[in-house]
C-alpha cells in the first residue's frame, strides 16, 4: 500500500457491547495465562465499530500487560462510556515506561532500551497498530505509566451519534 492509502481501507461496521467484547478477550487470556490475576471493571457500553480491529487493539493491550508485567501481579481491563466517548483502559502493576521513552511507544519498531524489556519478544509495532486503530475510528490513545509501578494505557473513541 502506498503512503495515504492508509485512511481509506474500509471498516466492517458492527454494532455491539465493547464491554461484552472485552470480557470476552479476558476469558481468552485467562485460558492462556494462569502467572498473572486479572480484574474487570466494566459497565455495558454499546459501540459501532470494527469488531475485528477493535478486538485485535485489545489484544495488543493485553499482550503488552502481560510481557510487561512480573508473575502474579495484577492485570485490570475497564470499559466505561461517557460524555459520548468509549474508553477501554488495560492497567498493570508491570514494569513501567520510563517518561523519556513515553512519547515514543507508538511509533513503529519502537521498543523501550531497557534490558527487562528486551528480554521479552516484540518487534515493536503493537501500539503502532492499536494507535492506528483507534484513530481510524476518530479515536486517541492515553498513556499514564510509572517506572516499577505500572502502565495504564487507553483507547477512547466516539460512540455512534445513533447510541447517545
Ligand atoms: P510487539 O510489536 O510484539 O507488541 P513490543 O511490545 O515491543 O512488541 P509495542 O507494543 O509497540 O511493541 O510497544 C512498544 C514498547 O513500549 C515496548 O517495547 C515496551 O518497551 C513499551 N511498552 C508497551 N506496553 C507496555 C507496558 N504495558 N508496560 C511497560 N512497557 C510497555
Redesign the pocket.
Known sequence: LARGDNNTMALQIDHFELSLLALEVLRETQMIDSGHEYNSSVTSVFIKADKGLIKQAMR?LI???I??TPPGNRITVSVSGAGGFARLTVH?E????ASD?VPK?FDRF???D?SR?RAT????????IAKWITERHGGHMEVL?RQDIG?K?SIVFPIAEENL
Open positions: 495488543i499482550d503488552n500487560a510481557k510487561y498493570d508491570g514494569i513501567g515506561i521513552a511507544i519502537f521498543r523501550a531497557e524489556a519478544g516484540g518487534t515493536g509495532l503493537g501500539l503502532s505509566s502502565t494505557i
